[in-house]
């Protein structure tokens, strides 16, 4: 094993009482003084603040028409000012990574999985001029009903940008890279900024008492409980953005044209369907299915026909929830599957996602 | 009280002992969101995995402490599983054992001990 990396907001996390964990090469807050439950619902109902400088964040300066031959998004619809969810994809249909584009203007912003980020780059370097890795920045996220309040209170142009803008904005003399998005399917900002200035940014949020630090252990419930995939667990190289039910991500001109590494495959199971579908799942009893359980389709069958990629607790919903993979036909909402628990077979019913309605400001 | 290396206090209460686990497992789990308890009147062996917990993070197994006859189980921690973060060694009890042998306790660690055990 390598070292583990910090992010510039080591100290911080240490002074504010973090437990650290390896994550993706780095050591981050898994978790707070408040614990992972009331971290959960503290931005749910205020604003929390998360430190996610681990992942990866590059300049592309080539035409978005040479980016569209790495994704199957539609990258020259994307007006400037604007940011758009997508996915990296190989030849046969799989993803190697989600990740965000950003129109900039002059060039397009990239935000990549911390764990994938080398690859990422690796990969968009070896198909595309102008690759620029963005090495001296933090990234911060700011998420939850109070977020824009409690932004615009440092930043008061924040209030203009709507879900999925993106914006430079100054922070006394430091240059802000925002967007209105987030990982928990509620309203709030990704905010990259210089290093240098990182720890005052976010001593100033965290001075206010709607803003608390929140660590990885609530920001995998939140994504979960908002249906969102972690890359690495509900996506990876075996599925594919059909199957992944990320077809909303696939605008109609690249599904027509095609154009994108796995076509083929994408564009047949777009005309057909996939053979197997991410469904949400509840179950019904109170024990949580973790990632990994076998799910079947009799209390008796010999043979599972899918397996849960995310499962935990859901701190909003007070109830256990889970995503997997199960074959199309059984993928409808309220089919009635049973989950391999410690050896019991316990039900589960399909259900839509996200678990909870998002609460983007659109 | 003594108290196991898997975190567990046991507390003797007439011929019978009480076992829950401690606050410092109780910290390290982070909130317990589902407990699964034994069956009454089951006989287990020293080592057995006869319970389960699970907290946001992760699940573990209880073990049983002794060997004995499970007798009683706190239902109230399977309603209400923050029960064991808030009152770990009061009203977040797991189960009551008749123990075969109340010598075998002997084994383990005083309050002080366990204090040094998890430093």
């Given at each position: 094993?390598?070292?583990?990396?910090?992010?510039?907001?080591?100290?911080?996390?240490?002074?504010?009482?973090?437990?650290?964990?390896?994550?993706?090469?780095?050591?981050?807050?898994?978790?707070?003084?408040?614990?992972?439950?009331?971290?959960?619902?503290?931005?749910?109902?205020?604003?929390?603040?998360?430190?996610?400088?681990?992942?990866?964040?590059?300049?592309?300066?080539?035409?978005?028409?040479?980016?569209?031959?790495?994704?199957?998004?539609?990258?020259?619809?994307?007006?400037?000012?604007?940011?758009?969810?997508?996915?990296?994809?190989?030849?046969?249909?799989?993803?190697?990574?989600?990740?965000?584009?950003?129109?900039?203007?002059?060039?397009?912003?990239?935000?990549?999985?911390?764990?994938?980020?080398?690859?990422?780059?690796?990969?968009?370097?070896?198909?595309?001029?102008?690759?620029?890795?963005?090495?001296?920045?933090?990234?911060?996220?700011?998420?939850?009903?109070?977020?824009?309040?409690?932004?615009?209170?440092?930043?008061?142009?924040?209030?203009?940008?709507?879900?999925?803008?993106?914006?430079?904005?100054?922070?006394?003399?430091?240059?802000?890279?925002?967007?209105?998005?987030?990982?928990?399917?509620?309203?709030?900002?990704?905010?990259?900024?210089?290093?240098?200035?990182?720890?005052?940014?976010?001593?100033?949020?965290?001075?206010?008492?709607?803003?608390?630090?929140?660590?990885?252990?609530?920001?995998?419930?939140?994504?979960?409980?908002?249906?969102?995939?972690?890359?690495?667990?509900?996506?990876?190289?075996?599925?594919?953005?059909?199957?992944?039910?990320?077809?909303?991500?696939?605008?109609?001109?690249?599904?027509?044209?095609?154009?994108?590494?796995?076509?083929?495959?994408?564009?047949?199971?777009?005309?057909?369907?996939?053979?197997?579908?991410?469904?949400?799942?509840?179950?019904?009893?109170?024990?949580?299915?973790r990632e990994g359980t076998a799910l079947f389709d009799s209390e008796t069958a010999e043979a599972p026909v899918?397996?849960?990629?995310?499962?935990?607790?859901?701190?909003?919903?007070?109830?256990?929830?889970?995503?997997g993979y199960v074959p199309a036909a059984l993928a409808q909402p309220d089919t009635r599957l049973w989950g391999?628990?410690?050896?019991?077979?316990?039900?589960?019913?399909?259900?839509?996602?996200?678990?909870?309605?998002?609460?983007?400001?659109? | 009280?003594?108290?196991?290396?898997?975190?567990?206090?046991?507390?003797?209460?007439?011929?019978?002992?009480?076992?829950?686990?401690?606050?410092?497992?109780?910290?390290?789990?982070?909130?317990?969101?589902?407990?699964?308890?034994?069956?009454?009147?089951?006989?287990?062996?020293?080592?057995?995995?006869?319970?389960?917990?699970?907290?946001?993070?992760?699940?573990?197994?209880?073990?049983?402490?002794?060997?004995?006859e499970i007798v009683e189980v706190n239902g109230a921690i399977v309603d209400n599983p923050g029960l064991v973060?808030?009152?770990?060694?009061?009203?977040?009890?797991?189960?009551?054992?008749?123990?075969?042998?109340?010598?075998?306790?002997?084994?383990?660690?005083?309050?002080?001990?366990?204090?040094?055990?998890?430093?």
């Amino acid at each position: 094993m390598t070292d583990l990396g910090r992010t510039c907001l080591y100290d911080l996390h240490r002074e504010l009482g973090a437990k650290m964990v390896p994550f993706a090469g780095y050591e981050m807050p898994v978790q707070y003084p408040m614990g992972v439950m009331g971290e959960h619902l503290h931005s749910r109902a205020k604003a929390g603040l998360f430190d996610v400088s681990h992942m990866g964040q590059v300049i592309l300066r080539a035409p978005a028409e040479a980016l569209e031959t790495l994704v199957p998004v539609d990258v020259q619809g994307l007006a400037e000012g604007r940011q758009r969810y997508a996915m990296f994809t190989n030849d046969a249909g799989g993803i190697l990574d989600d990740l965000m584009i950003a129109n900039r203007g002059d060039h397009l912003f990239l935000v990549v999985n911390a764990a994938c980020k080398e690859a990422d780059i690796a990969h968009l370097q070896a198909h595309l001029p102008g690759v620029e890795p963005v090495t001296d920045r933090a990234l911060l996220a700011l998420q939850g009903p109070l977020a824009e309040t409690v932004l615009a209170r440092l930043v008061p142009g924040v209030a203009a940008m709507r879900f999925m803008d993106v914006a430079v904005l100054d922070w006394e003399g430091a240059a802000l890279w925002l967007s209105r998005s987030g990982y928990t399917g509620d309203d709030g900002f990704e905010i990259s900024l210089p290093e240098d200035r990182a720890e005052a940014f976010a001593r100033a949020l965290l001075a206010m008492e709607e803003v608390a630090p929140i660590g990885l252990g609530a920001r995998d419930s939140l994504r979960l409980e908002a249906g969102l995939c972690l890359y690495g667990h509900d996506i990876d190289t075996d599925t594919s953005p059909v199957e992944a039910g990320l077809t909303w991500a696939i605008q109609k001109r690249r599904r027509t044209e095609g154009g994108f590494p796995g076509a083929a495959r994408i564009q047949r199971e777009l005309a057909e369907g996939p053979s197997r579908k991410r469904v949400g799942l509840l179950p019904e009893g109170r024990a949580p299915m973790r990632e990994g359980t076998a799910l079947f389709d009799s209390e008796t069958a010999e043979a599972p026909v899918g397996t849960i990629t995310s499962g935990g607790f859901g701190p909003s919903l007070q109830a256990p929830i889970a995503m997997g993979y199960v074959p199309a036909a059984l993928a409808q909402p309220d089919t009635r599957l049973w989950g391999e628990v410690r050896g019991k077979r316990l039900p589960v019913r399909v259900a839509k996602t996200p678990f909870r309605p998002s609460t983007y400001r659109t | 009280m003594k108290f196991t290396e898997e975190h567990e206090w046991l507390r003797v209460e007439g011929d019978l002992v009480v076992v829950g686990i401690t606050e410092h497992a109780a910290e390290q789990l982070g909130d317990v969101v589902f407990v699964e308890l034994p069956e009454p009147e089951t006989q287990v062996a020293k080592g057995d995995e006869v319970s389960v917990i699970e907290s946001v993070k992760a699940a573990s197994d209880i073990l049983a402490p002794l060997d004995g006859e499970i007798v009683e189980v706190n239902g109230a921690i399977v309603d209400n599983p923050g029960l064991v973060n808030e009152d770990p060694l009061g009203e977040g009890w797991f189960f009551k054992m008749k123990i075969d042998d109340l010598a075998a306790l002997d084994d383990y660690m005083t309050e002080d001990e366990y204090k040094d055990f998890i430093g």
